[in-house]
């Protein structure tokens, strides 16, 4: 009677007490319910223990630390008296039916409100019924776990998987991703669509990545062999996870651009594009450019061409045309006082002529020698080069009582001969076609990055905007030969130039008071400020 007087002293005050083994004294029995209480205590989950009226009996200290409520608020109360919600919900229905059917039961989930949460806590329960030594019910025990975090994880998880799904839906691309083992994992609709597998070829749960491989295999698409080897050596080649890049064309011709980007923990994500058009474009940009190509090949050969014949007829040109000069010059030395005054005309018109033409052959062999040279290109002091064009112009400059007032002048990179009788014809233009006033010319400079712009401007008579790109022409001239005397040929001189050291040359003009030539040249690493 004392044993089961103490047993059920020791049941009052620790529901969750270990059953008393046999042999087992009154001591050991109080030190097993100790050791049960102080791990209910220190155990991250809480215990709980239920009458057979189904009211809370017993709640260990643990409650408190994770929902904020202690045992005293939950003690005598049925579990539908704190259920944060509407406890006519079938899972809350079933449970109870357990309950009352004394069943045990795992992982039954429902909210609980938490003080100064905006939102309930969600807790998970599991229990099973106890029986006195009678065999009589006398409630439930079990364990309690906050899983709030987890159940808003999942929650989140959930409303990033459905964002992300409907993102991926709507992408022009297709998307797969695979994991570790080569199953696909993510995909959209796209993907099928793009590669050309059946709506219904991939499960809820994806598909492994040989699969695919297997029914392209079947299909054709890696030509003739043996199905089963092409996809080992495929998956073989995938499971180096390295990133690739690559076009494929379905037999409808439609071009696809495949970009696949290993993943940290092995997988691919990889995206499907339509670049047809693009491909298209490149093809016919890659034929256009081959053909730019051979047109210029063919340009520079006929240029090439060109300047040689131009220089080689010239020069065979000169010695005949000396000869025709010499003999008019003869006759007209030696037989103008026999002659009469038609005869004496018609032979000052040769020697006219003889002399114009050697002046025009001349001209063109200066053409033709712009570019020849293998002169290096190197700084040239503009500066300089237009002093010493002043100098070779002086007895012109004299003559027409010109003023050239040349400004602070850049160091450019360049050949210096070429630039020198490019700012002399330039000077020699601007004091040529001079208007009634002395003519003045001025040279200037601006930078602009890595290209100076020079200008050479006047007060002549000015170039209709009409001819302004006409005036550049070779043989083009705009006015009468006895008005204003030369070739024709050396503003085309300067336009070869000035092209050649990689710059433009235009001419800015009314037509009435002046004009400005400007051409731009790249700067020299030695320039001055």
């Not at 790109?469 to 001239?477: A, G, S, T, V």
Request: glycine share 8%; aromatic share 8%.
């Amino acid at each position: 009677m004392t044993s089961r007087a103490n047993s059920q002293r020791l049941q009052a005050e620790s529901p969750l007490q270990a059953p008393q083994a046999c042999g087992e004294t009154e001591t050991g029995a109080s030190s097993s319910n100790e050791r049960l209480r102080d791990i209910a205590e220190a155990a991250s989950d809480w215990f709980w223990e239920m009458g057979p009226d189904l009211r809370l009996t017993y709640l260990s200290e643990r409650i408190r630390d994770v929902l904020g409520l202690g045992p005293e608020f939950f003690i005598g109360k049925r579990r539908d008296q704190y259920l944060d919600g509407n406890s006519d919900t079938a899972g809350f229905q079933a449970h109870l039916d357990d309950l009352r059917n004394r069943r045990p039961f795992r992982n039954f989930v429902f909210p609980i409100e938490k003080p100064g949460a905006d939102e309930p806590a969600i807790v998970q329960i599991s229990g099973k019924p106890f029986y006195d030594q009678d065999g009589n019910f006398a409630g439930y025990r079990g364990t309690g776990t906050d899983i709030t975090s987890l159940v808003r994880s999942e929650r989140k998880l959930e409303r990033t998987s459905a964002l992300l799904r409907t993102t991926l839906e709507y992408m022009n691309h297709g998307i797969s991703v695979t994991d570790a083992e080569l199953n696909l994992a993510l995909w959209n609709d796209q993907f099928l669509e793009l590669l050309e597998f059946p709506t219904d070829f991939v499960g809820p749960n994806g598909r492994p990545f040989a699969d695919f491989i297997r029914y392209n295999a079947e299909r054709g698409e890696y030509g003739p062999g043996d199905v089963e080897e092409q996809v080992r050596e495929r998956v073989e080649l995938a499971k180096r996870f390295e990133p690739h890049r690559f076009q494929r064309t379905r037999p409808d011709g439609v071009v696809l651009e495949i970009i696949g980007v290993p993943l940290p923990g092995g997988g691919f994500v990889t995206t499907y594009t339509d670049v047809t058009e693009r491909a298209r474009y490149q093809a016919q940009l890659r034929e256009q450019t081959e053909k730019m190509a051979e047109l210029v090949e063919d340009l520079k050969r006929s240029n090439s061409e060109l300047e040689q014949f131009a220089y080689v007829a010239s020069h065979d040109l000169q010695e005949p045309l000396r000869m025709v000069a010499s003999y008019c010059q003869l006759l007209q030395r030696r037989y103008q006082d026999q002659l009469d005054e038609d005869a004496n005309e018609f032979i000052g018109f040769a020697v006219d002529g003889a002399a114009r033409m050697q002046q025009l052959i001349n001209a063109l062999l200066g053409y033709s020698r712009v570019g020849r040279s293998d002169r290096p290109r190197r700084s040239v002091d503009l500066q300089e080069a237009a002093e010493l064009a002043c100098r070779d112009l002086q007895k012109a400059i004299e003559d027409a009582g010109a003023k050239v007032e040349i400004d602070d002048l850049p160091a450019v990179c360049g050949d210096g001969v070429e630039l020198r009788q490019l700012l002399q014809n330039l000077i020699a233009n601007a004091i040529k076609f001079r208007a009634d006033d002395p003519p003045v010319v001025l040279l200037s400079a601006s930078r602009d990055g890595e290209r100076w712009t020079i200008a050479v401007a006047d007060n002549g008579i000015g170039i209709a905007p009409e001819y302004a790109e006409r005036i550049f022409l070779i043989f083009q001239r705009l006015h009468a030969r006895d008005a204003y005397p030369g070739t024709g040929i050396g503003l085309s001189v300067c336009k070869k130039i000035v092209e050649r050291h990689g710059g433009e040359l235009r001419v800015e003009s009314d037509g009435k008071s002046g004009s400005t030539f400007l051409f731009t040249l790249p700067a020299s690493s030695e320039a001055r400020p």
